[in-house]
């Protein structure tokens, strides 16, 4: 079996994950000294840690263009009511479980933009943040 180097599956979840977590829960930025990144404010004591995959500037700028036009793919999807369900679901951390009564359709197509966001994420990422990633899956299993 030829393993891809971010599963679609694992990828799908990754993309749903970055799609309704901010940035900077995932990333680090360039500048060491940033508040938000104190590992204290990032986790619970419970938890382990996520890695973190240090993005530059030119990768944060081109994962903000990538997020946005796949949340506004998955928006031309949605009625009006599962536009506003899936809003209020990303400001809470739901992201795409806050939608109610999506069809079997809306699904296809959302399973496809995500797919689409999964291979664009990879394609933005280098070599070692991808192996930082499968390796996180890895010991998460």
């Known amino acids: 079996m030829k393993l891809k180097p971010i599963s679609i599956l694992a990828g799908v979840t990754v993309a749903v994950i970055l799609a ?12 060491p000294n940033s508040p938000q990144q104190s590992p204290q404010t990032q986790q619970s004591p419970q938890t382990k840690p996520r ?14 263009q990538i997020q946005a036009s796949a949340i506004g793919q998955i928006e031309a999807v949605l009625t009006p009511q599962q536009k506003t369900q899936f809003a209020e679901g990303r400001e809470t951390g739901r992201g795409l479980d806050a939608i109610q009564n ?5 699904k296809g ?25 499968e390796q996180s899956q890895s010991n998460s299993r």
């Open 20 to 31: 309704t977590t901010p940035l900077a829960a995932f990333a680090q930025n360039s500048q």
């Open 51 to 64: 890695p973190r995959i240090v993005l530059s500037e030119e990768q944060q700028k081109k994962f903000q």
């Open 102 to 106: 999506l069809s079997e359709n809306q």
């Open 109 to 133: 197509k959302i399973v496809g933009i995500l797919q689409n966001l999964n291979e664009q994420i990879g394609n933005l990422l280098t070599p070692e943040q991808k192996r930082t990633i």
